[in-house]
Protein backbone atom coordinates (compact mmCIF):
# COMPACT_ATOMS: atom_id res chain seq x y z
CA UNK A 1 0.00 0.00 0.00
CA UNK A 2 1.27 3.40 -1.43
CA UNK A 3 0.01 5.61 1.72
CA UNK A 4 -3.11 7.59 2.25
CA UNK A 5 -5.28 8.31 -0.93
CA UNK A 6 -7.87 11.39 -1.38
CA UNK A 7 -10.22 11.83 -3.80
CA UNK A 8 -11.26 14.67 -5.55
CA UNK A 9 -7.67 16.96 -4.83
CA UNK A 10 -9.57 20.15 -6.01
CA UNK A 11 -13.04 20.79 -5.66
CA UNK A 12 -14.90 24.32 -6.17
CA UNK A 13 -18.73 24.35 -6.17
CA UNK A 14 -20.86 27.10 -5.42
CA UNK A 15 -22.30 28.37 -2.14
CA UNK A 16 -25.55 25.95 -0.79
CA UNK A 17 -24.51 22.98 -3.10
CA UNK A 18 -23.21 19.78 -1.26
CA UNK A 19 -19.77 18.06 -1.63
CA UNK A 20 -18.42 14.96 -0.77
CA UNK A 21 -15.07 13.85 -0.26
CA UNK A 22 -13.14 10.57 0.22
CA UNK A 23 -10.34 8.62 1.91
CA UNK A 24 -8.59 5.97 1.28
CA UNK A 25 -6.31 4.78 4.40
CA UNK A 26 -3.08 2.79 4.43
CA UNK A 27 -4.94 -0.76 4.83
CA UNK A 28 -3.63 -2.02 8.15
CA UNK A 29 -4.55 1.11 9.83
CA UNK A 30 -7.93 0.60 11.90
CA UNK A 31 -8.19 4.54 12.66
CA UNK A 32 -9.16 7.20 10.26
CA UNK A 33 -9.18 10.96 10.94
CA UNK A 34 -10.12 14.13 9.19
CA UNK A 35 -8.59 17.48 9.59
CA UNK A 36 -9.18 20.85 8.18
CA UNK A 37 -6.66 23.20 7.18
CA UNK A 38 -7.55 27.34 6.50
CA UNK A 39 -4.29 29.17 5.01
CA UNK A 40 -1.44 30.07 7.62
CA UNK A 41 -3.08 27.75 10.29
CA UNK A 42 -2.18 24.23 11.39
CA UNK A 43 -4.67 21.42 10.48
CA UNK A 44 -7.45 21.17 13.07
CA UNK A 45 -9.15 18.06 13.93
CA UNK A 46 -12.30 17.34 12.88
CA UNK A 47 -13.74 13.58 13.59
CA UNK A 48 -12.07 10.40 14.23
CA UNK A 49 -13.44 6.50 13.03
CA UNK A 50 -11.58 3.43 14.99
CA UNK A 51 -12.79 0.40 12.11
CA UNK A 52 -16.16 2.20 11.23
CA UNK A 53 -17.20 3.50 14.70
CA UNK A 54 -16.96 7.18 14.50
CA UNK A 55 -15.72 7.87 17.90
CA UNK A 56 -15.17 11.31 18.69
CA UNK A 57 -16.60 14.72 16.67
CA UNK A 58 -14.74 18.31 17.79
CA UNK A 59 -16.90 21.35 18.06
CA UNK A 60 -15.95 22.37 14.43
CA UNK A 61 -18.00 19.70 12.70
CA UNK A 62 -21.61 21.45 12.17
CA UNK A 63 -24.50 20.02 11.15
CA UNK A 64 -24.18 20.62 7.96
CA UNK A 65 -21.08 18.45 8.00
CA UNK A 66 -21.38 14.43 8.19
CA UNK A 67 -18.22 11.53 8.37
CA UNK A 68 -19.01 7.59 7.66
CA UNK A 69 -16.91 4.83 7.36
CA UNK A 70 -18.82 1.69 6.01
CA UNK A 71 -16.95 -1.03 6.69
CA UNK A 72 -14.17 0.34 8.13
CA UNK A 73 -12.58 0.49 5.01
CA UNK A 74 -12.65 3.91 3.17
CA UNK A 75 -14.01 6.99 4.48
CA UNK A 76 -16.81 10.02 3.10
CA UNK A 77 -16.70 13.59 4.47
CA UNK A 78 -19.88 15.63 3.24
CA UNK A 79 -20.34 18.87 3.34
CA UNK A 80 -24.46 20.28 2.82
CA UNK A 81 -24.94 23.77 1.97
CA UNK A 82 -21.86 24.90 1.83
CA UNK A 83 -20.80 28.27 2.96
CA UNK A 84 -17.90 30.20 1.85
CA UNK A 85 -16.09 29.50 5.34
CA UNK A 86 -15.69 26.28 4.45
CA UNK A 87 -13.12 26.87 2.13
CA UNK A 88 -10.26 24.94 3.13
CA UNK A 89 -7.93 21.84 2.96
CA UNK A 90 -9.41 18.68 4.10
CA UNK A 91 -7.25 16.62 5.07
CA UNK A 92 -7.28 12.85 6.16
CA UNK A 93 -4.76 10.64 8.19
CA UNK A 94 -4.99 7.10 8.96
CA UNK A 95 -2.71 5.30 12.17
CA UNK A 96 -0.17 3.06 12.83
CA UNK A 97 1.93 2.38 15.79
CA UNK A 98 5.12 2.01 13.98
CA UNK A 99 4.75 5.90 12.12
CA UNK A 100 1.91 7.23 14.02
CA UNK A 101 0.07 9.56 11.62
CA UNK A 102 0.41 8.96 7.94
CA UNK A 103 -1.69 11.76 6.01
CA UNK A 104 -3.13 12.23 2.60
CA UNK A 105 -2.28 15.02 -0.15
CA UNK A 106 -5.98 16.54 1.28
CA UNK A 107 -8.66 17.97 -0.81
CA UNK A 108 -8.92 21.50 -1.11
CA UNK A 109 -12.06 22.68 -1.67
CA UNK A 110 -12.95 26.25 -2.78
CA UNK A 111 -16.66 27.60 -2.44
CA UNK A 112 -17.62 30.74 -4.77
CA UNK B 1 -6.46 25.12 26.95
CA UNK B 2 -3.92 23.12 25.31
CA UNK B 3 -1.73 24.73 22.84
CA UNK B 4 1.13 24.43 20.52
CA UNK B 5 3.31 27.32 19.33
CA UNK B 6 5.70 27.81 16.74
CA UNK B 7 9.06 30.29 16.35
CA UNK B 8 9.90 31.27 14.21
CA UNK B 9 6.79 32.06 11.39
CA UNK B 10 9.22 32.01 8.77
CA UNK B 11 12.87 31.70 8.47
CA UNK B 12 15.37 31.99 5.33
CA UNK B 13 18.43 30.95 5.65
CA UNK B 14 21.19 30.43 3.05
CA UNK B 15 21.93 26.86 1.75
CA UNK B 16 24.37 25.17 3.78
CA UNK B 17 23.70 26.51 6.81
CA UNK B 18 22.91 24.03 10.16
CA UNK B 19 18.95 25.48 11.45
CA UNK B 20 16.65 24.86 14.67
CA UNK B 21 13.21 25.87 14.08
CA UNK B 22 11.31 25.98 17.78
CA UNK B 23 7.91 23.90 19.05
CA UNK B 24 6.25 24.73 22.60
CA UNK B 25 3.32 23.39 23.93
CA UNK B 26 1.36 24.09 27.37
CA UNK B 27 0.40 21.15 28.69
CA UNK B 28 3.82 18.65 29.40
CA UNK B 29 1.33 15.86 29.93
CA UNK B 30 2.05 14.40 26.23
CA UNK B 31 1.71 10.91 24.74
CA UNK B 32 4.06 11.83 21.50
CA UNK B 33 4.99 14.64 19.28
CA UNK B 34 5.29 14.41 15.64
CA UNK B 35 6.91 16.72 13.35
CA UNK B 36 5.78 17.07 9.30
CA UNK B 37 6.80 18.66 6.62
CA UNK B 38 3.93 20.48 4.00
CA UNK B 39 5.04 21.97 0.57
CA UNK B 40 2.62 24.53 -0.67
CA UNK B 41 -0.89 22.68 -1.63
CA UNK B 42 -0.33 19.62 -0.36
CA UNK B 43 -0.48 17.55 2.61
CA UNK B 44 1.55 16.41 5.08
CA UNK B 45 4.91 14.26 5.21
CA UNK B 46 5.73 12.88 8.67
CA UNK B 47 9.33 13.46 9.38
CA UNK B 48 9.95 12.17 13.06
CA UNK B 49 7.60 11.01 15.78
CA UNK B 50 8.78 11.18 19.20
CA UNK B 51 7.21 9.31 21.96
CA UNK B 52 7.08 10.68 25.75
CA UNK B 53 9.67 8.27 26.52
CA UNK B 54 12.15 9.44 24.34
CA UNK B 55 14.57 12.06 23.66
CA UNK B 56 14.95 12.77 20.29
CA UNK B 57 14.89 11.36 17.40
CA UNK B 58 17.31 10.74 14.16
CA UNK B 59 16.77 10.58 10.77
CA UNK B 60 19.22 11.43 7.98
CA UNK B 61 19.86 15.16 8.54
CA UNK B 62 16.96 15.75 11.04
CA UNK B 63 17.14 15.39 14.51
CA UNK B 64 14.31 15.69 16.67
CA UNK B 65 14.62 16.39 20.69
CA UNK B 66 11.88 16.46 23.57
CA UNK B 67 12.02 18.39 26.71
CA UNK B 68 8.44 17.76 28.41
CA UNK B 69 9.42 19.49 31.81
CA UNK B 70 9.71 22.51 29.76
CA UNK B 71 7.45 21.81 27.16
CA UNK B 72 10.04 21.98 24.24
CA UNK B 73 10.41 20.14 20.63
CA UNK B 74 13.53 21.42 18.37
CA UNK B 75 14.02 20.30 14.95
CA UNK B 76 17.03 20.90 14.03
CA UNK B 77 18.40 20.58 10.24
CA UNK B 78 22.05 20.43 9.02
CA UNK B 79 23.46 21.45 5.94
CA UNK B 80 19.87 23.03 4.50
CA UNK B 81 19.08 22.03 0.99
CA UNK B 82 16.62 24.33 -1.26
CA UNK B 83 14.77 21.12 -1.45
CA UNK B 84 14.21 21.70 2.58
CA UNK B 85 12.11 25.04 1.76
CA UNK B 86 8.64 24.08 2.86
CA UNK B 87 6.19 24.67 5.86
CA UNK B 88 7.11 22.86 9.38
CA UNK B 89 4.67 21.84 11.55
CA UNK B 90 4.97 20.75 15.13
CA UNK B 91 1.77 18.78 16.12
CA UNK B 92 1.33 16.97 19.86
CA UNK B 93 -0.46 13.95 21.16
CA UNK B 94 -1.98 14.61 24.54
CA UNK B 95 -4.93 11.40 24.15
CA UNK B 96 -2.69 8.46 23.96
CA UNK B 97 -3.14 5.79 21.49
CA UNK B 98 -6.40 6.86 20.41
CA UNK B 99 -5.71 11.04 21.02
CA UNK B 100 -6.00 13.06 17.47
CA UNK B 101 -3.10 15.59 17.02
CA UNK B 102 -3.02 19.57 17.83
CA UNK B 103 -0.91 21.68 15.70
CA UNK B 104 0.98 24.52 15.73
CA UNK B 105 0.86 27.07 12.96
CA UNK B 106 4.03 25.96 11.33
CA UNK B 107 7.26 27.63 10.59
CA UNK B 108 8.17 28.22 6.96
CA UNK B 109 10.84 28.02 5.73
CA UNK B 110 13.36 29.20 2.50
CA UNK B 111 16.77 28.20 1.65
CA UNK B 112 18.48 30.39 -0.76
CA UNK B 113 20.69 28.69 -3.07
Known amino acids: DTGVSQNPRHKITKRGQNVTFRCDPI?????LYWYRQTLGQGPEFLTY????????KSRLLSDRFSAERPKGSFSTLEIQRTEQGDSAMYLC??????????FGSGTRLTVV | KQEVTQIPAALSVPEGENLVLNCSFT??????LQWFRQDPGKGLTSLLL?????REQTSGRLNASLDKSSGRSTLYIAASQPGDSATYLC????????????FGKGTKLSVKP
Open chain 1, 49 to 56: FQNEAQLE
Open chain 2, 27 to 32: DSAIYN
Open chain 2, 50 to 54: IQSSQ
Open chain 1, 27 to 31: SEHNR
Open chain 1, 93 to 102: ASWGIRYGYT
Open chain 2, 91 to 102: AVNYGGSQGNLI
